[in-house]
């Protein structure tokens, strides 16, 4: 296989990985509206939750797109 394309499909790899990602931040938020439907009293505790949630979601999303940015251009 010619190294190029082995690059390019990395870079195919990791987009992936960023969409996965992308479906995890809505699926947290959805999650979270859900129970804040549910019991409204409960929702101003679970706040902070729902931000560790978010951010450990879009961190796996970042780190797959600097993959790809370091498989196009570095690699």
């Known amino acids: 296989m010619d190294p190029q394309a082995a690059k390019m499909i990395g870079a195919g790899l990791a987009a992936i990985g960023m969409g996965i990602a992308a479906l995890g931040v809505g699926n947290v938020f959805a999650k ?30 970042l780190l797959a797109f600097v993959t790809m940015i370091i498989l196009v251009f570095v690699a």
């Open 32 to 61: 979270f509206l859900e129970g804040a439907l549910r019991n409204p009293g409960a929702a101003d505790s679970q706040q902070g939750r729902l931000f560790i949630g978010f951010a450990g979601a879009e961190l796996l999303g």
